[in-house]
């Protein structure tokens, strides 16, 4: 098994979105998630998480007899027709600890995130993970812009009958995207926490990687243009570190240079690297290579 990381990190990461809906709100007919009072726009912390998963999968397989599989120790719990039950139930070990031990040493994200494995036959209790994200949060408010759309077919016989009018039939439906709008996340990796999974400097370099290319390769209609904007690494020399969270990510500002921002040039994302506290190193992407 791999060795963990000693060293807790800290982390700001900016992403932008333009004609898009970066994180739809199913309680709000999918219009993009807003904050209720300051109209600021959100993306939860599972979005992000599910980009990373989805990069890793693509990242760490291999082909073997036409088929796709993870490299191990690189599988992925959380994903689509993942019977949970099932994979925790198949985990080795005489007690909830070995079976903890069993399922991160072959996944990624339990690895990484964590995971309630209290369900099933087997329950192997709960791992928290090294890695925490934060709501994203966009740096103004955003406008929730909602587009007609039309599609040049019908789902059923009834509807093409109810149009029959007309000389071509279509189903009438709605988009809604922001304009544009920067969000910033930040991030944690706790070395104490890292001890328990295993979670190695390979996981972490492969986060980071997995952070900057999460839009990548996930690219939909109604996601617009995503882009990683900026990666704000700081890396404490100690297991419990040597400096706030709080502090360090205030070291990070945004400047505004346009009332109406509609691109990254709009905005100047500024890191203060100046009288650093002992024992705190920061690293700065995409000015410097973070994988």
Known sequence: MSVAIKNRHDFVFFFDVKDGNPNGDPDQVNLPRADAEDQKGLVTDVC??????????????????????????????????????????????????????????????????????ATGDKGAGTIRGPVQFTFSRSEDRIFQAEHSITRCAVTTEEDAKKQES????????RKTTVPYALYRMHG?????????????????????????????????AARGEMNPRKLVIFKHSSHLG???????????????????????????????KEQMPSGVEVKVWPEEVVY
Do not use: C
């Open 188 to 220: 944690f990796v706790s070395a104490v926490d890292a001890a328990k999974t295993k979670f190695s400097e390979e996981d972490l370099t492969l986060l980071w990687k997995s952070l900057i290319n999460a839009f990548e390769h996930d690219r939909a």
């Open 48 to 117: 992000i998480k599910r980009k990373v998963r989805n990069f890793v999968m693509l990242e760490k397989s291999k082909l073997v007899e036409d088929k796709i599989v993870p490299v191990d120790g690189f599988d992925i719990f959380i994903r689509q027709g993942q019977v949970l039950n099932s994979v925790i139930d198949k985990a080795t070990g005489e007690n909830i600890r070995d079976r903890q031990v069993n399922l991160a040493e072959k996944y990624f994200d339990i690895r990484t995130f964590g995971a309630v494995l």
């Open 242 to 272: 040597n400096e706030l969270s709080g502090r360090l990510f205030e070291r990070v500002t945004v400047k505004k240079n346009s009332d109406l921002p509609r691109g990254k040039d709009d905005y100047t994302i500024e890191v203060n």
């Open 166 to 173: 007309r000389e071509y039939a279509s189903t009438f439906g």
